[in-house]
């Protein structure tokens, strides 16, 4: 399974832009690169998957390099209802099973 | 809007009794899995069901026994309740990748 390594924490204001990057460095070829955002006492919620370059959606985007071997998840102007832990997973199975690592405390103050 | 519920959001139960904690989807999805998570320890996968009547062991599998009877209903179940069982337990499904995961089930054992 591909380890990922990603910061145990970050702190931000409001309004400014916040990157999370993610070593992944044995990912696989059929591997996709998926961010999960929790926020305490919920289940944590799908936000943006890529296989490579760069993917944007109405909640984030998803920068990823030639190599694969990281990936950065961009919050452009944060509040502070985006204060959660975020999830780098780089890998699933072929049942579709995800391996959890420890995340990113993401905190946003005003 | 697509869903994965669980039947108890706060549970409370003695040591030594059966447990049974139910989760239902109805996005037809053929992937169910049910993890926990403990501060520090993050999400560790307990048991997972890729068809109905299938089941496979997650990570931690130990006292722990899971049922699937019906497409969308994944029940995980407590053989005999311990203390070290208490922990927020959570519910997810899955088509191929991205999972929708229920907004979990606090379960203290005394």
């Known amino acids: 399974l591909a380890k990922t390594t990603q910061p145990i924490s970050m702190d931000s204001y409001e309004g400014q832009e916040v990157n999370i990057t993610c070593s992944h460095n044995n990912i696989a070829t059929n591997d996709y690169i998926t961010w999960y955002q929790q926020f305490p006492s919920q289940g944590p919620r799908f936000i943006i998957q890529?296989?490579?370059t760069k993917v944007t959606n109405e909640v984030a985007s998803l920068f990823i390099p030639a190599d694969r071997k990281s990936s950065t998840l961009s919050l452009p102007r944060v509040s502070l209802s985006d204060t959660a832990v975020y999830y780098c997973l780089g890998k699933t199975d072929s049942w579709g099973k995800l391996q959890f690592g420890a995340g990113t405390q993401v905190v946003v103050t005003p | 809007d697509v869903k994965v519920t669980q039947s108890s959001r706060y549970l409370v139960k003695r040591t030594g009794e059966k447990v049974f904690l139910e989760c239902v989807q109805d996005m037809d999805h053929e992937n169910m899995f049910w993890y926990r998570q403990d501060p520090g320890l993050g999400l560790r996968l307990i048991y997972f069901?890729?068809?109905?009547?299938?089941?496979e062991k997650g990570d931690i599998p130990e006292g722990y026994s899971v049922s699937r009877e019906k497409k969308e209903r994944f029940s995980l179940i407590l053989e005999s309740a311990s203390t070290n069982q208490t922990s927020m337990y959570l519910c997810a499904s899955s088509q191929v990748v991205g999972y929708t995961f229920g907004s979990g089930t606090r379960l203290t054992v005394v």
């Open positions: 069901s890729y068809d109905v009547k299938m089941k």
């Open positions: 890529g296989y490579k």
